[in-house]
């Protein structure tokens, strides 16, 4: 696919995506025109946009990330905090960024999923509970401002 064929789409791990990202995601949709699709296992509210959609899978494990996996080309991006998804949509070119704002990357998703493995244990041992903190404003703004420079270079 040649550069001006090409035309970068974002997809959406919807189901577990902050509202505050996805009205973020949603704003800057409307203003540069890109294609984004959330991926989600349950009816969500999307505005009418045409460049806007929602796509619905059955529900099950890991059907809204097999899906992405699927359908998402090189140099898309992916919104998502799975970083098993993250891992796979990386290995296939694409670009991957959690909804704080942080770029999963080939030298750091490795680390990632280390962590993650790391914490599952520890949880499912009852040494560690939780997930993370809320999303705050600096990550609110660090999404965006990240998502504004991936749509810039497009």
């Given at each position: 696919?040649?550069?001006?064929?090409?035309?970068?789409?974002?997809?959406?791990?919807?189901d577990a995506c902050p509202v505050a990202i996805?009205?973020?995601?949603?704003?800057?949709?409307?203003?540069?025109?890109?294609?984004?699709?959330?991926v989600a296992n349950h009816p969500q509210s999307?505005?009418?946009?045409?460049?806007?959609?929602?796509?619905?899978?059955?529900?099950?494990?890991?059907?809204?990330?097999?899906?992405?996996?699927?359908?998402?080309?090189?140099?898309?991006?992916?919104?998502?905090?799975?970083?098993?998804?993250?891992?796979?949509?990386?290995?296939?070119?694409?670009?991957?960024?959690?909804?704080?704002?942080?770029?999963?990357?080939?030298?750091?998703?490795?680390?990632?999923?280390?962590?993650?493995?790391?914490?599952e244990v520890m949880r499912d041992t009852g040494?560690?509970?939780?997930?993370?903190?809320?999303?705050?404003?600096?990550?609110?703004?660090?999404?965006?401002?990240?998502?504004?420079?991936?749509?810039?270079?497009?």
């Amino acid at each position: 696919v040649t550069r001006k064929e090409y035309q970068m789409q974002i997809w959406v791990d919807s189901d577990a995506c902050p509202v505050a990202i996805k009205q973020i995601l949603f704003k800057a949709a409307r203003r540069t025109g890109v294609i984004l699709t959330l991926v989600a296992n349950h009816p969500q509210s999307v505005p009418s946009d045409k460049n806007i959609r929602l796509q619905l899978v059955e529900k099950g494990f890991d059907v809204a990330d097999n899906f992405i996996v699927k359908n998402v080309v090189e140099r898309d991006v992916v919104v998502t905090g799975d970083i098993p998804l993250a891992a796979e949509v990386i290995e296939l070119g694409a670009i991957a960024i959690n909804p704080r704002g942080e770029l999963y990357t080939k030298e750091t998703i490795r680390s990632r999923l280390n962590i993650r493995d790391f914490m599952e244990v520890m949880r499912d041992t009852g040494l560690a509970s939780g997930g993370p903190s809320p999303l705050g404003t600096k990550e609110k703004q660090r999404f965006a401002n990240y998502l504004d420079t991936l749509l810039a270079k497009r």
